[in-house]
């Protein structure tokens, strides 16, 4: 059944000897273990770059709201690959019940890992400006920041599943399916809020121009990199837990053996 | 579990340095621009923090992972023996 | 043929066991009288206030009712051993899986109607007849949807310990879209009013979304229980 722990080769097949991580990445290629410190730099080096311009090149506040535009630098390009990473665990649910493969479990983790950073951080923008728009931390008015606010709670509870259920093969499947379930629950939260919730849309804030279109792009860039980052640190964090459990598991059955 | 509490706590003190030096000279409020430096710094400490935890933590568990090998290894010549 | 044939003596098998027994139902009809009663304290409950919030202390109360339900299809003493049983046996997952459905929504409609009675009762309200026949249609729509949604993620975590609260942290948040809409067309069919296009559109699109999902998914859940796992 479990041929993590009745064969030395790990589920993912990659070569032990050489002592790195293993599973490489279908985002980043190469392995995982020798490149994360480079690519830690990069993103560092991203977003100070976007911060930068988003101080000296993009205009300072835009027609209806002021300065605190500048916020959306930040939740735009999170919220974008919020979406994105929520895709890649729909996805991966989607290949987990295809192939019934642990491997992509992690991955689906990963990026629901990745995907809830992202809410997170367009849910503290978003708040932040609220309070700089209308003098309020929450707003449920709000129908974007609601919606977010539903999806961060749909996904917080993948990760409550996957930490109740113990055994490697069924937490794969439950949470392929649950992962499944939520991405076809966006949809509905996001018309179910704008319609019959509190009430008002907040004013559509017009972002164009060639400045604001390069720091957008800088900061998709950037939080691309930062989210990558998670996927790569929360993938090969999950990988080395399942190798120790099987390591373990096998010392237990060698102990049992001898006496 | 030490490092990470050393890594929080910091970043939590220069985030809260940085609104007190703010509290204790703060710019005229009709000149928000001067304000940008000080929040987008605070904003990269704080996703400075994020990413020197991710990095020391994957650090160590590289090396966790080397002894995870090790233990691998040893297990594949033990279980060799004993099934000979 | 044969697979609605089995679907129909599933539902009325299921129906007549439980209705024998009748544990569920006293839980899920003490859950709704319990929350009801709390609300009675909760919140004002002069006639002004409530004209507010009366929709969404009817559908919290149907929520938390219909909860205990779902939670049953699977959990209750010996239903999961009964579950092993029945994938063992010709019928094919889908039918099974509807069936289970079908059986859940029967029982949350025998409590759901008493529970509206009796929340009329204590907030003493009264309707026309329209307004009722709305309300009734959207109860309908929307507890269909509870239970399409319910027994799925019911399926997935009845042998999972802790499962009980398991089900309930994952399944309000995938129903809070359901369940806005329902609060919100039942406030309209209160106020005179009649629920449009979108609140139907919506109720709808989620029921048909959950059902199908159900129907491709509930196999892969059950799997590890069934004989070709």
């Known amino acids: 059944m479990n041929n993590s722990t009745a064969s030395p080769t790990p589920t993912n097949g990659a070569d032990l000897a050489d002592g790195s991580v293993p599973g490489a990445l279908p985002l980043t290629g190469g392995s995982p273990g020798r490149l994360f410190l480079p690519h830690a730099l990069i993103t560092v080096a991203a977003l100070a770059f976007m911060n930068w311009l988003i101080i000296e090149h993009a205009p300072f506040g835009v027609k209806q709201i002021g300065a605190s535009y500048l916020i959306a630098f930040y939740h735009v390009p999170s919220a974008i690959l919020m979406g994105v990473a929520y ?104 018309y179910a809020v704008e319609w019959f919730g509190q009430g008002s849309h907040p004013p559509k804030v017009a972002m164009d121009g060639a400045q604001i279109r390069d720091t957008l792009n800088a900061g998709l860039l950037a939080f691309f990199f930062l989210y990558s980052l998670l996927y790569r640190w929360k993938y090969d964090l999950d990988t080395l837990r399942e190798r120790s459990d099987a390591a373990l598991a096998r010392v237990r059955r060698l102990e049992d053996s001898r006496s | 579990m030490k490092r990470r509490n050393l890594v929080s706590a910091s970043a939590l003190l220069v985030l809260a340095a940085t609104a007190l030096a703010q509290d204790a000279d703060p710019a005229p409020v009709s000149n928000p621009a001067d304000y940008r430096w000080a929040i987008f710094t605070s904003c990269s400490v704080a996703f400075a923090a994020i990413i020197v935890y991710l990095v020391v933590t994957h650090n160590r568990a590289a090396s966790v992972a080397n002894d995870v090998a090790a233990l691998e290894r040893r297990l594949d010549e033990l279980e060799g023996t004993s099934k000979k | 043929m044969t697979s609605f044939r089995a679907w129909r003596v599933l539902v009325a098998w299921d129906f007549t066991r439980e209705m024998r027994r009748k544990n569920t139902l006293v839980a899920m009809g003490m859950m709704a009288l319990v929350t009801l009663f709390v609300f009675a304290f909760a919140i004002p409950t002069s006639s002004v206030e409530l004209d507010q919030s009366r929709a ?33 046996s010709p019928v094919s997952r889908p039918t099974i899986y509807h069936a289970r459905v079908a059986s859940t929504l029967l029982f949350v409609l025998t409590i759901a109607v008493p529970s509206f009675g009796l929340f009329m009762l204590f ?38 310990r802790g499962g009980d609260v398991l089900l309930r942290v994952v399944l309000f948040p995938l129903l809070v ?31 048909l979304t959950f059902l199908g999902a159900g129907h491709l998914l509930f196999d892969h859940g059950v799997k590890d229980l069934g004989p070709q796992g």
């Open chain 3, 56 to 88: 969404g202390i009817l559908w919290t109360t149907l929520l938390l009712a219909a909860t205990v339900g779902i939670d049953r299809a699977f959990r209750a003493d010996g239903e999961g051993r009964l579950l092993e049983g029945l994938l063992l």
């Open chain 3, 177 to 207: 879209p359901i369940f806005a809409t329902a609060v919100d067309a039942t406030s309209r069919a209160f106020d005179g009013g009649a629920p449009d296009a979108r609140h139907a559109g919506l109720i709808l699109a989620f029921d």
């Open chain 1, 87 to 190: 895709t890649l665990v729909f996805a991966a649910g989607i290949m987990v019940l295809l192939t019934k493969s642990v491997e992509w479990d992690r991955r689906a983790r990963a990026a629901a890992a990745a995907g809830l950073l992202a809410n997170g951080i367009v849910l503290v923008t978003g708040s932040v400006w609220g309070k700089a728009a209308w003098n309020l931390w929450w707003n449920f008015q709000d129908p974007r920041l609601t919606t977010s606010a539903v999806i961060f709670l749909i996904y917080l509870a993948y990760f409550v599943l996957s930490r109740g259920i113990e055994d490697e093969a069924k937490r794969a499947r439950i949470c392929a399916i649950y992962g499944i379930l939520a991405l076809l629950a966006y949809m509905p939260v996001k």
């Open chain 3, 123 to 160: 907030f003493n309200q009264s309707v026309s007849a329209a307004a009722l026949g709305w309300i009734a249609l959207t109860a309908l729509a929307t507890l269909f949807g509870f239970v399409t949604l319910g027994v799925l993620l019911s399926s997935l975590t009845f042998s999972v």
